[in-house]
């Protein structure tokens, strides 16, 4: 579960920079900007899960990446990364769920994964909540 988790941050940053580049007309700037930012996050989020897989787990991070979703306009760009960040949600609500299950398997990484994985949920949380309002802005 957490090297699919990976794999799909891995593909959420590439998904994002290439997003970026595609924005243009007017007011594209604050958009490019912000899935900019967005790509730096889940940067932020694939380190956390090689370490959580390899320093926690004693596991072997992969290297793969999950499916990227091209789109040719700005609503599409918003559309496609707006969908995947609400499965990336559910996949990590469905790791937290798991690791609430094996507690007492992993009490001495408990508090610290559940912790990391809660960060990384609120962090999709709020670039779902960031993309709708970048759709509100553009309709």
Known sequence: MLNKALELEHAARIQYL???EQVDGLNAEPIIERLKEIAE???KHEEMFREIIGSY???VPTMGMAPTHPASTVNKILEVNLK?????VDVYMGIMKKIHEM???LKYEFF???HKIRHIITDEQEHISELKLLMAKRK
């Open 18 to 20: 290439a997003h970026a």
């Open 41 to 43: 996050d889940e940067k």
């Open 57 to 59: 787990l004693d596991g």
């Open 84 to 88: 995947d960040e609400k499965h990336a």
């Open 103 to 105: 507690k007492e398997e």
């Open 112 to 114: 610290q994964l559940e």
